[in-house]
């Protein structure tokens, strides 16, 4: 092991040995905490650590006793962004994850499960092995800590109320842990804060249930109120047979049950929301998440639908966080119906699996942004850095080492992907259907991240690896234009633009070109050029139909000089904008797209500045060789 060590002159390379560590046994303590002691740190000697390097391997002391008076990372002094520790309660995935983000601005964070080698344990600043809902090891924990948050909620409520009568600064707070942890409890405290949600109904008995089904129709959801998620604790009754075994399923009436309204929904969505210890509001773009088996397993971000849904689902996330109480990322998870309405499902009071992607497409990851919260910093920006993301979760596809090797193998296709981010949790134990890591794929369009994921979900040596997604559509109504419009392909080409070449007819094949724009930007185009000879409808009607910016070229005919084909461009109704080039320069319409294009592209914008520099070249070089040889000469080399 390597450690740089900082002093007041120049920094010192020191190198541990096997003799410099010492190595305790645990017992079966319900809490240990992991620390290692520094025999260097009154080292001058470099040459002698050096020789020590032979040997040298890492180890730690492991104390039972958690009031010794040995040393603990707790004791140094913390000069990180905040000098306030940061306890959390549960190491899982969500802990490491919230530890590497906190590293990047030198927070400490600290951890208690109940497995020594929890995901969290190897990048935590500290970490107390115990269980985080037994009330005497969180109340230790506490001690040690700044500030308490959870990154799951099934803790020990009535602790942390306990905790926070005696002063313990807990975020978010005890009372909404408890709102969240019984579904039913939850659902009440909504539907009173005038959120939208499915009918729902507790039960007490098969009687209350069979009321429930003639009430609400089939099929009907039962769930239990407590210690539900990823699907799990949920049951669903197809007619009112089946209540039986499905109650049976999640327990019996004891474990506490209610029943919800089906849902028809189209899309389930769900919404990031950070608030701030002064009560500030910041909320992510809403997202669509895709379940497997009741897992969540894709997530697409921004959620392609219409932008009133999305403020609608925004305001829906926004009212139901605020009606609850303490700092920290909250996760709403929502339904779209049929007919456009947004209900609630169901809310989680830390970092969720739905945010996932915010870590490399969003300029503040959800992670980072709990820190801020909790810790009463500025909350950082939400919007996306990126125009779209697709969060993959790794889920175990097999027990034991299969499941490792067939996820192995889906990273191995993932590191081979442009824009492809891979997290892997670093599990001991692969069981299906387990959360063992995450990919995210981040690019210019949505069509583009989609093939992406496509592509690492294909065998290796798919044909589709390769494929490269076009940004560009040149599309014209007749071969006739393809001598005027290539000059835009070759103006791409050069860019190293991708880009595709189409005939659309707007008169001859109206419903090819009506499909063209409407998929267009599920496909990951971004900008069309589109000739226009004759007619000239084409650029206009395709600009009717999509989003996407269209370029129109008017295209000389054999009559008018296509002078009709660019007032027919220029005349297009408020509403319905179509940018357009002079006749017959489809390289001009090349270029622009790349202009367009490197608005949000650093390479493309560095490339189009050199383009415009070389030009500048070549007319001095023009104007210096027509100067030295005269106009004669230059007219007749």
């Known amino acids: ?81 905040s000098e306030v520790i940061v306890g959390v309660l549960g190491g899982g995935q969500l802990g490491r994850m919230l530890c590497q983000a906190a590293s990047e601005m030198a927070i400490k964070v600290m951890v208690l499960d109940p497995l020594a080698n929890c995901p969290a344990s190897a990048i935590a600043y500290d970490h107390m092995v115990g269980s985080f809902d037994d009330s005497a090891t969180v109340q230790e924990f506490a001690k040690r800590c700044g500030v308490l948050t959870v990154e799951i909620e099934h803790v020990d409520a009535a602790t942390m109320e306990k905790l926070e009568q ?41 009687e209350g ?44 009436f004891d474990r506490g049950l209610y029943v919800e309204k089906w849902t028809p929904f189209v899309k389930e969505l769900a919404v990031i929301v950070a608030r701030g210890r002064d009560n500030s509001i910041s909320c992510y773009p809403v997202v669509e998440t895709i379940h497997k088996e009741n897992i969540c397993h894709i997530v697409k971000a921004p959620a392609a639908i219409p932008w009133k849904i999305r403020k609608l689902a925004t305001d829906v996330a926004h009212k139901a966080v605020s009606s609850l109480e303490g700092a920290g990322v909250f996760a709403v998870e929502l339904f779209l119906t049929k007919d456009g309405q ?66 192995h193998q889906l990273i191995g296709r993932a590191l081979n992907i442009q824009g492809a981010s891979v997290h892997w949790y670093d599990k001991p134990e692969m069981r299906k259907q387990r959360k063992m890591g995450h990919i995210t794929f981040t690019g210019p369009s949505m069509g583009i991240v989609e093939a992406q994921l496509k592509s690492m979900l294909k065998e290796e040596g798919s044909e589709s690896r390769t494929a490269v997604t076009p940004r ?27 880009h595709e070449v189409r005939i659309v007819s707007a008169h001859r094949t109206p419903e090819m070109m009506f499909s063209y724009a409407l998929s267009a930007q599920d496909q990951g185009i971004q900008i069309i050029i589109a000739g226009a000879g004759g007619a ?41 904008p179509v940018a357009t080039v002079a006749i017959n320069n489809a390289t ?32 001095m070089k023009k104007a210096e060789k027509l100067q030295t040889d005269g106009w004669e000469t230059y007219l007749n080399p």
């Open 166 to 206: 005696q002063g313990v600064d807990c975020q978010p707070k005890a009372s909404t842990i408890r709102i969240i942890q019984d579904k039913y409890l939850q659902k009440v405290h909504f539907s009173g804060h005038g959120i939208p949600l499915p009918d729902f109904v507790q039960i007490d008995d098969l």
């Open 472 to 498: 560009v559509g040149i599309i014209m109504g007749s071969d006739s234009d393809l001598p005027i419009m290539k000059d835009a392909a070759r103006i791409l080409t050069m860019f190293g633009v991708p």
């Open 536 to 576: 000239a409808h084409l650029p206009g009607m395709v600009a009717s139909l999509t989003p996407l910016p269209v370029i129109g070229v008017p295209v000389r005919a054999s009559a008018l000089d296509g002078m009709d084909s660019l007032l027919s461009i220029v005349q297009m109704p408020r509403g319905v």
């Open 1 to 81: 092991m390597l450690l740089l060590q900082q002093t007041t002159l120049v920094p010192k390379l020191l190198l541990f040995s096997k003799s410099d560590f010492s190595f305790n046994p645990c017992s079966s303590s319900p809490s240990t905490r992991v620390s290692f002691m520094d025999k260097h740190a009154k080292s001058s000697s470099l040459k002698q650590s050096h020789k020590q390097f032979q040997s040298s391997v890492l180890a730690c002391q492991a104390s039972t006793d958690t009031h010794d008076t040995s040393f603990r990372k707790d004791d140094l002094p913390a000069h990180g962004v």
């Open 209 to 252: 249930a069979k009321r429930a089904g003639d009430l609400f129709g089939y099929p009907l959801m039962l769930k239990s109120k407590r210690l539900a998620y990823d699907g799990r604790g949920n049951a669903v009754a197809k007619s009112e047979e089946e209540l039986s075994s499905a109650v049976n399923a999640l327990g019996g």
């Open 588 to 619: 001009n319409a090349g270029l622009l797209a790349v202009r367009m294009l490197g608005v949000g592209d650093a390479d493309l914008l560095a490339r189009m500045s050199q383009y415009q520099e070389d030009t500048r070249d070549d007319v």
């Open 342 to 407: 947004i209900l609630l499902n169901e809310v989680a009071p830390r970092p969720h699996n739905s945010g996932h992607h915010t870590i490399e497409a969003c300029y503040t990851s959800q992670f980072e942004q709990h820190l801020r919260a909790v810790l009463g910093l500025p909350l950082g920006d939400p919007s996306m850095k990126t125009p779209a993301a697709i969060m993959y979760n790794l889920l175990g596809e097999d027990e034991g080492e299969p499941g490792f090797h067939l996820a």
